[in-house]
């Protein structure tokens, strides 16, 4: 039997290579000012490599169950949260993989998870059947990864791993952020989907990964054509300060991407949610107008649109939920860090910089805007005027 903990507080932080700086000879008579900078900068410039290695294994493994999981979807997969949209089987055991392997492979830290998936219904009696294949589908993902040699583990072992998701986050200390499957209707549809893994340190995201299966390894922007043979899989890593990688997920050599350098927004395509429930695309369309660009937009789902737009397959990004609506920070940390690693600039309607240390949501304004530093100054002023020109109409 395997326990896993999910201890609360703040994290540990050891700096191995810095020197040691007690209370006492800081704050001495003899402290000098370049120690106390030279005590706040070791923070800032920690390489977080041993995270983002651990990060990169975990989504991967929770990709491998994925495609499994899709590949064989069954009717008797797919449950009802009591907000009514999908989870599958898949959903559930991608966190369980991530919340056991970020665990497994950074033992000397306090682990807080903030994601989305509970077990609640899993635990009732009618999700038994479902918890028990959760259970044999992570068991059987683990076993295909050899650095793993550990016994069986118990159902009780993966609802507590899923359940390790609940940390609310913030501004203090060290939080990872998973959405265990972001696009879970384009995972169902047989489309695009992301495992998306984010870690904020003292509110700000330090690296993320996003684990994107289906998408093409080539374009997928402008008149790009893709056949039933192109090679699928990627997986996009960044940290702060590093740029932005993009590799197989088979494990292919990690090349460096950028966003799109174009200045003529007549050039410039753009992505939106696949779902028009997901976003205003009327809205969308105004923007697109004002700018001039003339390419139709590429709609697919998750957080593979941002990997896609750090690479330059598009040049933009828009995102204009219905009112009422509040973003996760699940959904758009990875993939913001992903982008503006690459060069590119995320930020909310309004042009301010996204917030990810108020807890589980974004409290921003109206919608979110992605483009390379180019294009955002017009893009803000078109979007302002849109807005306007719709608040007026009603």
Request: aromatic share 6%; glycine share 8%.
């Amino acid at each position: 039997m395997v326990t896993i903990n999910c201890s609360r507080g703040v994290p540990k932080i050891t700096y191995l290579s810095t020197p040691k700086i007690t209370i006492t000879n800081l704050f001495s008579k003899r402290a000098s000012l370049v120690a106390i900078v030279a005590a706040a900068s070791s923070f800032s410039s920690m390489s977080y490599d041993t995270e983002l290695a651990a990060a990169k294994k975990a989504a991967s493994l929770a990709a491998r169950l994925c495609q499994k999981v899709q590949k064989e979807l069954l009717q008797s997969d797919v449950q009802s949260k009591s907000d009514k949209s999908p989870v599958t089987v898949a959903d559930y055991g991608s966190q369980a993989l991530v919340s056991f392997v970020l665990e497994r492979e950074l033992p000397s830290e306090s682990f807080s998870l903030v994601a989305e998936e509970d077990s609640g219904d899993l635990r009732k009696e009618s999700g038994q059947e479902t918890l028990q294949r959760i259970t044999k589908l992570v068991n059987d993902t683990l076993a295909t990864d050899g650095s793993f040699s550990v016994p069986t583990l118990a159902a009780e072992d993966v609802l507590r791993a899923i359940d390790c998701g609940k940390s609310e986050g913030g501004s203090h200390g060290r939080h990872w952020v998973l959405d265990p499957i972001d696009g879970t209707k384009g995972f169902l549809r047989g489309d695009q989907y992301a495992i998306a893994l984010a870690l904020l340190d003292e509110g700000k995201v330090v690296l993320g990964v996003l684990a994107c299966p289906n998408l093409p390894l080539a374009s997928i922007g402008g008149d790009s054509r893709h056949s039933s043979h192109d090679e699928v899989g990627c997986l996009f890593f960044a940290k702060v300060g590093a740029g932005t990688y993009m590799q197989s997920l088979d494990g292919s050599s990690p090349i460096k991407v950028h966003v799109s350098t174009t200045e003529n927004p007549e050039e410039a395509s753009f992505f939106e949610s696949f779902e028009a429930a997901h976003s205003l695309h009327d809205l969308s369309s105004s923007i697109a107008k004002k700018l001039g660009v003339k390419a139709p937009p590429v709609r697919i789902d998750s957080q593979a649109k941002y990997g896609a737009l750090s690479r330059g397959d598009g040049a933009i990004y828009l995102r204009f939920p219905h009112k009422g609506y509040r973003e996760k920070i699940w959904d758009h940390a990875a993939g913001c860090i992903v982008v503006t690693e690459a060069g590119g600039v995320a930020t909310d309607a309004a042009g301010n910089p996204l917030d990810f240390s108020k807890g589980r949501y974004l409290d921003l304004d109206t919608g979110i805007i992605v483009t390379n530093q180019k294009l955002m100054p017009s893009l803000l002023k078109a979007v302002r005027e849109s807005l306007e020109e719709a608040t007026s109409s009603l």
